[in-house]
């Protein structure tokens, strides 16, 4: 998106059904949207196959057609490395998709020897390395451990615009079975949205109707990856959405969003 800002043709090409496809379904609608005002062409359903690079240009085609670009950037993710560490002579077993099997104090099978960060469990991101970073040092101090829960690491898209969240999608929160609510406000809700120039910036909040529980956390706009942190830190703390929707945020922030978000899911909405 920082390219299509500054002039340059962008073509986007994804193997499925939607942009960001891992996240929230009602995120990606508003992400392709906004890349696609910036002029970016968005190709779902596609794959790229016969790339050519030359010392001039790249070729490859996609679908029936084909393109002729300056750069070709892959981004489809990454796995672990492991063959040359001699993870064998050390003891160290393997566990599901070629990662390093860990306990809650990040031990392998090896005495003495701990494993974090892409080589293990979890998303692939520099925060839940370093977090778990700590929690190998402290057991290796022989101090207490903090549980880490990796469904509560908030997740971050540095685009235009910002997305970020964490916990269960809508459609997760369904398909396990959870009596689902749902609580959505977009920016323009609230004052702060006009002055950043972002009213069509969104927060979504899932709950469980039973006990209040929040689920999960969903947000695209201006400083997205910055606002995820209250919902993460609410459920942490072992709140719910009633009490996000209650505690009293300055005004006006944006973070007034996900305060009326709360109230939607908690049946009050005032500005929305």
């Known amino acids: 998106s920082a390219y299509a800002r500054l002039g340059v043709d962008v073509l986007l090409f994804e193997a499925l059904d939607r942009v960001l496809p891992t996240e929230d379904a009602d995120i990606s609608k508003l992400v392709q949207r906004g890349l696609g005002r910036q002029g970016m062409k968005i190709h779902t359903d596609t794959l790229v196959a016969d790339i050519e690079p030359s010392d001039a240009a790249v070729r490859f085609r996609y679908g029936e057609e084909t393109a002729e670009v300056d750069w070709l950037v892959i981004a489809a993710g990454r796995g672990p490395d492991v063959d ?64 880490i829960e990796y469904i509560d ?47 069509t910036g969104l927060v979504k909040i899932v709950g469980d109707t039973r006990y209040g529980e929040l689920l999960g956390g969903h947000i695209v706009g201006a400083k997205a990856t910055e606002l995820i942190q209250e919902l993460v830190n609410a459920r942490t703390l072992e709140g719910g959405y009633p009490e996000v929707a209650r505690i009293v945020h300055g005004h006006p922030t944006l973070s007034e969003a996900v305060m009326e978000a709360g109230r939607a899911a908690d049946g009050w909405l005032i500005h929305g």
């Open 153 to 199: 690491i908030p997740r971050a898209t540095f685009c235009t615009p910002n997305v970020a969240s964490f916990g269960l999608t809508e459609a997760q929160a369904r398909e396990q079975g959870h009596d689902v609510v749902v609580g959505k406000v977009q920016y323009g809700a609230v004052g702060a949205g006009t002055v950043y120039g972002d009213r």
């Open 84 to 147: 040359a560490l001699g993870l064998d002579a050390a003891g160290v077993k393997l566990g599901t998709g070629g990662l390093i099997a860990v306990d809650g104090a990040m031990r392998t099978s090896a005495e003495n020897v701990y494993a974090i960060g892409d080589l293990v469990h979890g998303p692939a991101l520099a925060h839940k390395a370093s977090d778990e970073g700590v929690i190998a040092v402290e057991h290796a101090a022989g101090l207490e451990t903090h549980p």
